[in-house]
Every structure is written in C-alpha cells, then in structure tokens.
Nanobody
Framework: QVQLVESGGGLVQAGGSLRLSCAAS????????MGWFRQAPGKEREFVAA????????YYADSVKGRFTISRDNAKNTGYLQMNSLKPEDTAVYYC???????????????????WGQGTQVTVSS
C-alpha cells in the first residue's frame, strides 16, 4: 500500500504563490501516475492536474491552466504542484493521489486513482 503526505498549504493573499508537495512512501513512486485534486466544503472533489509516471505528459483543469504547474522528482519520491496567481476560488483542501496501474495517459478523474493523501488546506484571501 502507498502512503502519501501532502504539505505546503497555508494562507496566501490573492495573486500569491504556493508550492504543494506530495511525499510518497516506498521506492515505487516512479511507477505511478500522480494527480492533484481539490475540494471545498459542500462541493465535490474536482480534478486539478495530473502527470504521467515519467513526467512526460501532464494535464490541467481549464480553471488552473497557465497558473499551476505539476511536476515530480522521482529520485525524491515527491510530486509537486506549483500554484501561481492564486485566486480566492482556489481555496480548498488539496489532495494528491496516485494510480498504480496507469498506462500512458494519467487519469483525470478521482475514480482513476488508487491511493490518496490526507490533504492540505490552501486558503487564498482577497
């Protein structure tokens, strides 16, 4: 079983930046596609970004494209989400997830992922 721990969340002013990290246990992180999702209270969990196991293919939700960058460092068993030009509507709990059996195309919906972190709160003030 894979354990994921998100970090890097916090309070930031609109227009600011944060970098989230997703630390994975074990030595097999490099074999997993990774995704980032977010969920605000009372709202459904929504897709944010995804990256293939090698890092060669990425996907972004339209709402974050051009502002967020997903990346990974397999040597460190860590994935990242760089968030720039943050908006109040980005406020949510952010979760990382991995797909243990992905192919060439990382999933872009929650059911495609097998293991999830506990989440980290991101709050963007006006």
């Amino acid at each position: 079983q894979v354990q994921l721990v998100e970090s890097g969340g916090g309070l930031v002013q609109a227009g600011g930046s944060l970098r989230l990290s997703c630390a994975a246990s074990g030595r097999t992180f490099r074999t997993y596609a990774m995704g980032w999702f977010r969920q605000a209270p009372g709202k459904e969990r929504e897709f944010v970004a995804a990256i293939s196991r090698s890092g060669g293919r990425t996907y972004y939700a339209d709402s974050v494209k051009g502002r967020f960058t997903i990346s990974r460092d397999n040597a460190k068993n860590t994935g990242y989400l760089q968030m720039n030009s943050l908006k109040p509507e980005d406020t949510a709990v952010y979760y990382c997830a991995v797909d243990s059996d992905s192919g060439a195309f990382p999933p872009r919906s929650a059911p495609g992922y097998d293991y999830w972190g506990q989440g980290t709160q991101v709050t963007v003030s006006s």
